[in-house]
């Protein structure tokens, strides 16, 4: 058993990256009230839960235990790489850390913080003067730096999947969608004309393809 958890019970190594990330997403989105806080508190329990199995205990592994040898039996689920469950069961011949979907990840979490960061100083500069965010990434989506969130969490879900993850996600995809309606209404009342009309052109987090927004 010593063998097999070696990767595991590594508690600050998970507090470590879990705080690293915690750090980051809060750096680039910089939470000011109430509803930036909660927004970034859900995102930074999801993270919380991502590294307290990938680093500390392996839950999902412990519950799966047995579908997964009986279906995978040449993969030993209890060693730290095997905790990347898509590279095993989908039998990349590869280092888990360079298959697909771990460089699929890199590329949605990186894509994701570079979204928040992007996304709040233009609103910033937005909010500063008074006017409505519509430059930068508020010219595809509305909802950016929520959108950045979502992407963020996704590239962990295909890094490391775990139940609780799962679960969490679309709790949290829900609670963005009802936040951004809250801001929606609130720059309705500053802004009547200007939002409708943006609005009517830009998509809530979805961008069009070039083809329709021409």
């Known amino acids: 058993m010593s063998a097999h958890m070696s990767g595991y019970g590594l508690w600050l190594l998970a ?5 690293i990330f915690i750090f980051f997403a809060f750096s680039f989105f910089k939470p ?3 509803r930036d806080w909660r927004s970034f508190g859900a995102f ?4 919380v839960a ?4 990938m680093y500390g205990f392996p839950l999902t592994i412990y519950f799966l235990s047995g579908w997964l040898q009986s279906h995978y039996p040449g993969v030993d689920w209890f060693t730290h790489d095997a905790g990347h469950l898509l590279e095993m069961m989908f039998g990349w011949k590869t280092n888990p850390h360079w298959g697909p979907f771990h ?3 890199f590329a949605l979490i990186g ?3 570079w979204l928040i960061s992007v996304s709040w100083h233009v609103l910033w500069k937005a909010q500063k ?3 409505m965010a ?3 990434p508020y010219v595809r989506v509305r909802h950016p730096q929520y959108l950045g969130f979502i992407l963020v969490m996704l590239g962990f879900l295909f890094r490391w999947p775990t139940l609780l993850t799962l679960a969490m996600f679309p709790v949290l995809v829900s609670m963005y969608v009802r936040l951004a309606r809250i801001e929606e209404a609130e720059t309705r009342e500053k802004f009547p004309v200007e939002f409708e009309e943006y609005r009517s052109k830009v998509p809530a987090f979805f961008p069009r393809s070039s083809a329709a927004t021409a």
């Open 32 to 34: 000011r009230t109430k």
């Open 111 to 113: 894509g994701g913080f």
């Open 15 to 19: 507090f470590v990256n879990a705080a």
């Open 103 to 105: 460089l699929l990840s």
């Open 129 to 131: 003067e008074g006017q």
């Open 134 to 136: 519509v430059t930068g």
């Open 50 to 53: 991502l590294f307290a199995e």
């Open 44 to 47: 930074s329990a999801f993270i």
